[in-house]
């Protein structure tokens, strides 16, 4: 972890900008997002490390630690002033003249060193509070789910993500933070969650949004067919003489909402030509070109422009 390098797990130089920063890490999520890859551990593996180089590079005081001080920068607790010298190592330090460093040895040391430390331990004190990432599915913080963690010395932990949870909800675990002195409590664990983007979804608050390939018979006629949504398929009717990107919108099946019930989900239509034969497209163009009377469909751009 200390020689990880996190601008060569994302691809990109040290000098990247933050807008294509952006593009090489959704290019590489939809790569490797678990969604697209059921079951394939490296592939799970590699979208994690992605995401977390993600989460620092993204994030301009992280990465402007992680630039300085390698992964030691972002641990929990990081001093920078310390680590550049103001209260300890500092390369290339200068002495003022007239001062001597100094430091406590023996005897000397162990006295007050045991004196402090037992007078520490005898004063109750809640543990400190910690905080952690945690990287969930897009799926999993709209619905809603159990996660399983696995902490050093507690064994396995379960975690609820409440539903329609978003992008940086804090999570609170109690008593699983810092231990606490004397009889005091121990402080409590908070996980940020980091959702990951989605294939297909998009979110606007507590609506989602998708694109849709319809086929030109479909939008024409109109249509009853099957849309993913995150509770399951659901039938959605296309109206006939529909438009390409044209909006729909199916009710109650977006994000939970925290004070009940759901968003809706906005489906925009996506025509697709049919692939195959070119020649056979064309004559199928021409026999339709009259039912656009010429030059109307120009000329009322042109009134409303």
Do not use: C
Request: charged residues 30%.
């Amino acid at each position: 972890m200390a020689d990880r390098d996190l601008y060569q797990d994302l691809g990109v130089s040290r000098d990247i900008s933050e807008d294509d920063l952006r593009t090489a890490y959704r290019k590489l999520a939809r790569r490797f997002h678990p969604d697209v890859n059921d079951g394939d551990a490296a592939a799970e593996e590699r979208f994690k490390q992605i995401s977390f180089a993600n989460d620092v590079l993204s994030d301009p005081e992280k990465r402007k630690r992680y630039d300085e001080f390698g992964m030691a920068g972002l641990a929990d607790g990081f001093d920078a002033e310390r680590a550049r010298g103001g209260f300890g190592w500092n390369p290339g330090a200068q002495h003022s003249p007239g001062f001597e460093q100094f430091s406590v040895d023996g005897d000397l040391g162990d006295l007050f060193s045991g004196f402090f430390s037992g007078q520490r331990r005898n004063v109750p004190r809640r543990g400190s509070d910690v905080e952690s990432p945690l990287d969930v599915t897009f799926l999993d913080s709209v619905r809603g789910a159990e996660v399983r963690l696995q902490l050093q010395g507690e064994g396995l932990l379960r975690v609820r993500i409440p539903p329609g949870a978003r992008d940086g909800t804090r999570v609170r675990v109690a008593g699983k933070g810092g231990e606490g002195t004397g009889s005091a409590p121990r402080g409590d664990l908070y996980l940020r969650l980091k959702v990951a983007p989605h294939p297909i979804f998009s979110r606007d608050g507590d609506d989602l949004r998708m694109d849709l390939p319809v086929t030109v018979p479909e939008a024409i006629l109109g249509a009853r067919i099957e849309v993913p949504t995150p509770g399951g398929a659901a039938t959605m009717t296309i109206p006939a003489r529909s438009k390409n990107g044209q909006t729909l919108r199916l009710r109650g099946k977006g994000a939970s909402r925290r004070e009940g019930g759901h968003g809706d989900l906005y489906v925009r239509l996506s025509v697709e030509l049919p692939e195959g034969d070119a020649e056979g497209l064309e004559d199928l163009a021409r026999s339709m070109e009259p039912l656009y009377a010429g030059e109307g469909v120009r000329r009322k751009l042109e009134e409303e422009s």
